[in-house]
Nanobody, 126 residues
């Protein structure tokens, strides 16, 4: 059974950094795609970043390119989202998700995802 447990969220000031974790069970990292999405209050869920199982590359939304980075610890079967230079508009609940080996991940399309974590809240404020 696929499960994701997100952690690492919290309150942080603008310009600061935060690292989110997504602990994966039910499959081995690299076997399937894994993505981060976020949903801000009153807004639709949007894609943040994806690690593709096909090429191992990271794909990022334009809004986070150069600020956010994905990396993984295979021994812990965990993916991390390193978030730097945080802005108030990054405030949202952040979720892990997978479409297994589908086409949605690299396009950061939430409608194609089939498993979701429960999310972790990131708040960026003075």
């Amino acid at each position: 059974q696929v499960q994701f447990v997100e952690s690492g969220g919290g309150l942080v000031q603008p310009g600061h950094s935060l690292r989110l974790s997504c602990a994966v069970s039910g499959f081995t990292l690299g076997e399937y795609n894994l993505a981060w999405f976020r949903q801000a209050p009153g807004k639709e869920r949007e894609g943040v970043a994806c690690i593709s199982s096909r090429d191992g590359n990271g794909y990022y939304a334009d809004s986070v390119k150069g600020r956010f980075a994905l990396f993984r610890d295979n021994a812990k079967n965990t993916v991390y989202l390193e978030m730097n230079s945080l802005k108030p508009e990054d405030t949202a609940i952040y979720y892990c998700a997978t479409d297994f080996d589908g086409p949605s991940c690299i396009f950061l399309n939430p409608s194609g995802m089939v498993h979701w974590g429960k999310g972790t809240l990131v708040a960026v404020s003075q």
